[in-house]
């Protein structure tokens, strides 16, 4: 089992960076695929973007290619989301989540963070 905690959530003008942190408790952090999703007020939760245990895979939901980066430092038990180019249409609560499957669905993930508050302003 792991438990997740995100951080690293702000306010950001439009244009702005960000970078999430999702820090992971427990020995085997690094044999769970992880994603980070999010869910804006009064729309479902959507996928954002997955990695693979090692690293060596990463998948994005399209709007977000080339502006997000997903990467794990498994010695720190932790994944980051770097977000540039942030629009206000990226403000959400983001949540990072592992899993037993790499996916883009929120039913290949079992363990879940408790959100961290991204705001865009334009």
């Known amino acids: 089992q792991v438990q997740l905690v995100e951080s690293g959530g702000s306010l950001v003008q439009a244009g702005g960076s960000l970078r999430l942190s999702c820090a992971g408790s427990g020995r085997t952090f690094s044999s769970y695929p992880m994603a980070w999703f999010r869910q804006a007020p009064g729309k479902e939760r959507e996928f954002v973007a997955a990695i693979s245990s090692s690293g060596a895979n990463t998948y994005y939901a399209n709007s977000m290619k080339g502006r997000f980066t997903i990467s794990r430092d498994n010695a720190k038990n932790t994944v980051y989301l770097q977000m540039n180019s942030l629009k206000p249409e990226d403000t959400a609560v983001y949540y990072c989540?592992?899993?037993?499957?790499?996916?883009?669905?929120?039913?290949?993930?079992?363990?879940w963070g408790q959100g961290t508050q991204v705001t865009v302003s334009s």
């Open positions: 989540a592992a899993g037993d499957r790499l996916g883009a669905t929120s039913l290949a993930y079992h363990y």
